[in-house]
């Protein structure tokens, strides 16, 4: 699929279809556990295919689990039946951790699961095209080394910091370069990491580090969605340097002002609130969210409809349905 093609027919599409983040809450339509989906790339797969035969949505979406690539470097992920996995305590404390620590081959944990997932995905889902989730560099860092030490690190240790990203953005280009050969047309990034920093140091490390991925890996078959549910408006314009053709943003950023930032050619996707509407809302919530934020967006070409980030499991299915009703009108 040539997605640049795709990208501006979508422009020129008046009524857009939606695209939330939507992957985990297909174990209701399957039958399988969350620890069923994060460990077996054909339950995974299974629970995209479901999605995509129950709902018409712009795209086939994998899961967004931030914990596969830590774990891939020798960090603890701790599993639950029904939850998502988290990452326990840390591997990189100092400089020398960060000089010691090897870059693990696409397969290391989980993630050869997760590149069999859109593998078989790819051959199931034929209407659409298929995204893999990953995580971003930064927001990677920080889970092998916790958030607060990196912070401490950066000040006191840029320069660990910095090997640690290359690191990680040397792992995360083979990872995605993996999805790419398994059939997927493009990645979303969750890089919310990123939200916590200063412009200065989004700039330099996170905002670098994901150009490099885009420009390993992005070309017209294949294209980077870059993810970030934190701050954003003040980093926008080195986010919008990296050349992801999309962003993505979480529902806590005014859409409003931040499509006004960004230049035309760029898709903006985003924000109902995955957990307050999805989650905990009702038909009445849920439609009124979706016609406050599409009149919002009413004229923007570049705009698609999603949630603010990834649905959690148990969000019911009732509330799935009321948010692509609202979606279609």
């Known amino acids: 699929m040539n997605m640049n093609k795709w990208l501006e027919d979508l422009k020129q599409t008046e009524k857009k279809l939606s695209m939330p983040v939507l992957s985990f809450p297909g174990i209701q339509l399957t039958g399988a556990s969350v620890l069923d989906v994060v460990k077996n790339g054909e339950s995974q797969a299974a629970c995209m295919t479901a999605i995509a035969r129950r709902y018409n949505t712009l795209a086939a979406v994998s899961n967004m689990d931030l914990s596969v690539e830590a774990e891939a470097f020798g960090a603890t992920a701790a599993f639950y039946e029904d939850e998502v996995p988290s990452i326990t305590g840390h591997i990189i404390e100092d400089g020398a951790d960060a000089a010691a620590l090897k870059v693990p081959p696409v397969g290391a944990g989980r993630t050869g699961e997760y590149v069999r997932a859109i593998e078989i995905a790819s051959t199931e889902i034929n209407d659409r095209p298929i995204f893999a989730g990953v995580i971003g560099p930064f927001s990677l860092a920080g889970r092998l080394t916790e958030m607060t030490e990196i912070m401490y690190l950066a000040v006191d240790e840029p320069e660990a910091v910095h090997e640690l990203l290359a690191k990680a953005t040397a792992f995360l280009i083979d990872y995605i370069r993996a999805f790419k050969s398994a059939g997927a047309n493009g990645i979303v990034m969750a890089e919310p990491a990123a939200g916590l920093l200063s412009p200065d140091w989004n700039s330099e490390f996170s905002a670098d580090y994901v150009r490099q991925i885009v420009e390993a890996v ?53 924000n109902i609130d995955p957990v307050a509407e999805i989650t905990h809302g009702d038909d009445q919530s849920i439609q009124e969210a979706v016609t406050e934020l599409e009149q919002k967006m009413a004229g923007r070409k570049n705009f698609v409809l999603s949630t603010g980030c990834d649905i959690p499991p148990h969000a019911p299915v009732a509330n799935l349905d009321a948010f692509f009703a609202a979606a279609s009108r």
């Open 218 to 270: 992005q070309d017209d078959e294949f294209i980077v969605i870059y993810h970030n549910c934190g701050t954003v408006i003040p980093l926008m314009s080195d986010i919008i340097s990296t050349g992801a053709k999309a962003l993505h943003f979480g529902n806590t950023t005014d859409m409003a002002e931040a499509i006004n930032l960004i230049p035309e050619d760029i898709l903006v996707m985003g």
